[in-house]
């Protein structure tokens, strides 16, 4: 088995849509969850085909940023990050409100293609990304992972999308900020 990690270019577009597939990635989210100031009647509105056009538009444009997996040469996962202002439901979200988000950068949101997730694939794509966020000369790089188990059960893949807190904690990011116990804030100074 052959992983690659590639930076999402505009050319790109037909590997991000493979992947993703007929249901946008997760219900019909397109990366586009965390780009909306809200969710609620937002979210609900834009969900599917109008969320598709509008993360093509954005990757055709350059104005996406993101790590591709690719497994045998073919897509199987997903790394978005960004400065944080590129994301502006984090500040919605009470979890994730911080007073300095103009000068850090975010990984919000990883997918892993069905059969491929627990391969180390998140793993890969959270170091391509810190590779290419010191490349673009971010400071800070944060992410929002989760508890992979909630009362000693394994947490669904559905509800694992920003990565599990095991993965950045091996990679070098230390707890901010914890306003909730199942999702920390974690940072790193690249």
Do not use: H
Request: with cysteine; hydrophobic share 40%.
């Amino acid at each position: 088995m052959k992983i690659e990690y590639k930076e999402l270019k505009p050319a790109m577009w037909k590997d991000v849509e493979k992947l993703f597939g007929p249901n946008g990635g997760c219900a019909g989210c397109w990366c586009i969850w965390w780009r909306l100031p809200k969710g609620g009647k937002l979210w609900q509105e834009t969900r599917g085909a109008k969320a598709k056009k509008m993360f093509q538009g954005l990757v055709k444009k350059g104005q996406a940023q993101g790590i591709l997996a690719y497994v045998d040469g073919v897509p199987v996962g997903w790394a978005t990050f960004g400065p944080r202002t590129d994301f502006p439901r984090l500040e919605t979200a009470k979890a994730y409100a911080v007073e300095d988000f103009s000068t850090v950068w975010s990984l919000p949101c990883f997918f892993i293609q069905s059969g491929f997730r627990s391969k180390g694939i998140a793993r890969g794509l959270l170091v391509a990304v810190v590779k290419a966020a010191k490349k673009r000369k971010a400071k800070i790089l944060e992410g929002y992972p989760v508890l992979l188990t909630k009362a000693g059960k394994k947490l669904p893949a559905g509800f694992s999308w920003t990565g599990p807190l095991k993965i950045f904690e091996e990679a070098g990011f230390k707890i901010a900020q914890r306003q909730s116990y199942s999702r920390p804030l974690v940072r790193k100074n690249l």
